[in-house]
């Protein structure tokens, strides 16, 4: 367990309880809990979503680490950039709209299909090796 908390930096809180903890201190013990286990797969529903920025990068850097390690991590997500670092994307709407990797599924035609409305509009101008597409997130859990 020592060992999870020191690389998720949660070893300072240890005997704390975890209602006392913010939201980024929660999901990294939460995290280093499962880490402890030492499983095959990892499953983790958005495990960034409203995190502080250090908690983020602290988790993506545990996560990505994992995976050199030969562990399988699942993960959802609403965010782009988060996915453009997956080895492989499901985009799902309702069903399967498409899968592979991020450079074949996270583009506007098919974000388009499964978000309908919801996108905005392509940011090629930002210095990006990818174009960028913004979603509307307001009407999550709705496709139109």
């Known amino acids: 367990m020592a060992y999870a908390c020191n690389r998720m930096e949660v ?10 903890l ?10 280093a809990q ?16 409203d995190l502080d ?3 983020q990068e602290r988790i993506l850097e545990v ?5 050199t390690r030969d562990v399988t991590v699942v993960l959802s997500t609403h965010h782009l950039d988060e996915a453009r670092h997956c080895d492989r994307v499901l985009l ?16 506007p035609d098919l974000l388009r299909r499964a978000f309908g409305e919801r996108v905005l509009g392509d940011h090629a101008s930002h210095d990006h090796a ?15």
Request: aromatic content about 0%; cysteine-free; overall charge negative.
């Open 63 to 67: 996560l990505e680490e994992e995976t």
């Open 34 to 49: 499962a880490l402890t286990r030492r499983a095959p797969l990892l499953l983790l529903d958005e495990p960034i979503t």
């Open 92 to 107: 799902l709407a309702g069903r399967l709209v498409a899968d592979g990797s991020p450079d074949e599924v996270l583009r």
């Open 22 to 31: 913010s939201g980024g201190q929660r999901q990294r013990v939460l995290i």
């Open 130 to 144: 990818e174009g960028l597409l913004l979603l509307d997130e307001h009407g999550h859990g709705e496709h139109g």
């Open 11 to 20: 070893a300072d809180l240890r005997e704390r309880q975890l209602g006392e």
């Open 53 to 55: 920025l250090a908690s």
